[in-house]
């Protein structure tokens, strides 16, 4: 085989080649080098830099697909050199001072096989986008958006059309001129380099798809951490090949795969198909079984799930509210940051999200106190110190930071608090650094500390839209949608919003995981309006199930005060202590203050869903009274099973007392927030750097 492969100049080790000189990497440099020398040299060489730099990647992300890369180079030069060379034993051409083998090229079969396998890699991640690294017309600008989005190497699980475009032409004006360099350098004949690429193509094909196979089969652990993070399971399946993309919850309570089920078809493998067959499942790996929208005349026949549904929509009740869990986040960023915490980082909200976002959200219209903001924060009423109130009182001391604590998170210790906001930040670095681990841990946190399932689907749907477009909180933010509309909250604003949704959600069905601007204001609005429908149906739910438990006698002084985190006050009169708890609870669900009058023996639970102005307006109180009054017309002869009859049940009306308070009250506050307005447009006139100034101090 020696005798074979050397050429006819080669004597000894001392031989001197006529050719040219003999560089490192078996390479030929021949003598008075021409221009396409120099570039084929040049070449020859880049095939070395682009193995380093895969390694040096390797070593700096240590992701299954960065191993896998690597491991696959080590694979194939194996095979080159000692597999392929030594069953041809075939020559090199005249002209070449190397001295071993040429069939195949080496350089062929590691470049054509390496390009390969990279474009096998991307093509099953790209999708459709509107825009991409052409949207700004400063250069500095798309440079900075191709190193952060559009590198050579891209780890995001969907990359857009314009990505795959530059990752292409990259990778083949480096990789693809390798073998035509080796025919002019005359170190292989065209034929030689020719099997090289045929081999380095069928090479790259076998191990796409070994690869393949092992990442269908560690689907489930992708995220894993092995020898403290030396190998991380960065790699998931393209998502046509998954059967099974998400769980739904089993009515035991374990969680089972979806489309298992005895009525269940097998998946298509389409991502387009299955995406539409998840949207179609209620809440699944979200909620339990029992929150799953029923007919209405199902339910009404008595359906054995009705029972469950009404125990976990109980039960749901009974948890916190998602927007002050959301918020803790921010609470929590703010103490760490500085010693005491600054009631404006309540409404700054995610710490990823761009100012000028916020500023339009800010400016769409005036919010009130205990709205929900699109990113999930929480404006803080007027008595509490900060910049709508006093700007030189931000920083709260201790006392007034666990006030602020106990307000806004109720019956939550600071533990869980924290454990929220490490899962919230978890989740942004999640979508922010494609870090599956993260994710991982993430859920790790909410299913320990026993976090309720709808702030989950909420923390989803929050995190997993907005910020990563690909995550299944789409599937999840549909679903709440259905959710309400099936249990009868039938609004003109739920249908417009839900059509402009599913729009959304064709338009970013395969979007990057950085969407651009107009796209986020959109749906940022449209998630606020989402979360107000959702929290006054909440609100209402929240008042009638607490009247029928008072009315009821179900509620002991002892259950509302541990409900609420009271451990005194309720010693004097009973029921006056129970209307009174109840009120108040029911307000502080809604986040907004007790009004002063607003606790008189008249006042009942039944003046939260009338009396909340601010979500209803008066067309809902005076529908109420009309209702009302005709019943009392009727002499309380009511259909039975009818609406009128649960408004026949005794209700404890609210007094003019209570609305002249209430109307003073929102009177006050819209002046409040005028004026605020108006200085703050002011004080920007005069100093437009004072909010920038501000941020570092």
Not at 10 to 23: A, R, T
Not at 407 to 432: F, I, N, Q, T
Request: hydrophobic share 40%; net charge positive; charged share 25%.
């Amino acid at each position: 085989m020696a005798t074979v492969c050397k050429p006819a100049w080669y004597v000894d080790s001392d031989s001197i080649c006529p050719f040219g000189e003999h560089l490192i990497g078996d390479i030929t440099a021949p003598f008075n080098p021409d221009f396409f020398d120099g570039i084929s040299i040049f070449y020859g060489y880049l095939l070395y830099v682009v193995e380093v730099m895969l390694i040096l990647t390797m070593l700096w992300r240590r992701g299954s697909r960065e191993y896998s890369l690597v491991l696959f180079i080590v694979v194939i030069f194996l095979l080159s050199e000692f597999g392929w060379k030594l069953a041809a034993r075939q020559p090199r051409p005249v002209g070449s001072c190397n001295t071993t083998c040429g069939m195949p090229s080496s350089h062929a079969v590691r470049s054509v096989a390496l390009w390969t396998i990279l474009m096998f890699d991307v093509a099953y991640r790209a999708y459709q986008t509107e825009q991409g690294y052409s949207v700004s017309r400063s250069f500095l600008k798309k440079l900075r958006s191709f190193l952060r989005n559009g590198h050579f190497l891209p780890t995001a699980s969907a990359i857009s059309e314009d990505q795959l475009v530059v990752v292409v032409g990259s990778w083949s004006l480096v990789l693809l001129p390798i073998p035509l360099s080796r025919v002019i350098l005359r170190d292989h004949t065209p034929q030689q380099v020719f099997m090289g690429g045929i081999i380095g193509i069928v090479e790259a094909a076998v191990w796409h798809f070994i690869t393949l196979l092992v990442r269908i089969k560690t689907h489930h652990y992708v995220g894993a951490r092995v020898w403290k993070g030396i190998f991380i399971h960065n790699w998931p399946a393209p998502r046509c090949y998954i059967d099974r993309a998400i769980e739904e919850t089993a009515p035991d309570g374990h969680h089972a795969p979806l489309g298992r089920g005895a009525d269940d078809r097998p998946m298509a493998q389409s991502s387009a198909r299955m995406l539409q067959h998840l949207r179609r499942r209620c809440l699944a790996a979200a909620l339990p079984v029992a929150h799953q929208p029923l007919p209405r005349s199902t339910v009404a026949r008595g359906h054995p799930a009705a029972a469950s549904r009404d125990t976990a929509l109980a039960a749901r009740l009974r948890s916190r509210e998602p927007s002050r869990t959301r918020t803790a986040y921010s609470l929590v960023r703010a103490r760490h940051r500085g010693k005491a915490i600054a009631s404006c980082e309540l409404r700054r909200g995610v710490k990823h999200t761009p100012k000028k976002m916020l500023a339009d959200v800010h400016n769409t219209r005036v919010l009130e106190p205990g709205e929900l903001l699109p990113w999930g924060s929480v404006v803080p009423p007027r008595d509490i110190p900060g910049p709508r109130n006093k700007p030189e009182a931000w920083k709260l001391s201790p006392e007034q930071h666990a006030q602020l604590l106990e307000e806004y998170l109720p019956s939550e210790g600071l533990r869980v608090v924290k454990a929220r906001s490490k899962a919230h930040k978890l989740l942004a670095l999640h979508c922010r650094k494609k870090d599956w681990h993260r994710w991982q841990a993430a859920m790790d946190h909410f299913h320990h500390h026993n976090i309720p399932a709808d702030e989950v689907t909420f923390s989803l749907m929050i995190f997993g839209y907005i910020m990563c477009p690909k995550h299944p909180g789409l599937d999840m933010a549909h679903s709440v949608l259905e959710e309400m509309k099936q249990c009868g909250f039938v609004h003109p604003t739920v249908v417009k919003f839900h059509e402009e949704f599913l729009m959304s959600l064709r338009e970013l069905e395969a979007f990057d995981a950085r969407p651009n601007t107009g796209n986020i204001r959109q749906i940022m609005r449209m998630f606020w309006q989402i979360a107000m429908l959702s929290k006054r149906r909440r609100i209402r739910l929240f008042h009638q199930e607490m009247e029928r438990k008072v009315l009821a006698g179900q509620w002991t002084t002892t259950g509302i005060a541990e409900q609420r985190g009271e451990e005194d006050g309720l010693e004097e009169d009973p029921d006056e202590a129970l209307r009174e708890a109840a009120l108040k609870a029911a307000y502080g669900y809604a986040g907004v203050r007790v009004p002063e009058g607003s606790t008189s023996t008249q006042d009942g639970p039944d003046a939260v869903d009338d009396g909340d102005q601010e979500f209803m307006g008066t067309k809902s109180r005076s529908r109420m009274e009309e209702g009302s009054s005709n019943i009392e017309k009727t002499g309380g002869d009511v259909p039975e099973g009818s609406v009128a009859e649960a408004r026949a049940e005794p209700l404890y009306r609210p007094s003019d007392q209570f609305w002249a308070a209430r109307e003073e009250e929102l009177t006050r506050l819209k002046m409040e927030d005028s004026l605020y307005r108006r200085t703050q447009s002011f004080n920007r006139k005069r100093n437009p750097h004072a909010r920038r100034n501000r941020g570092h101090r």
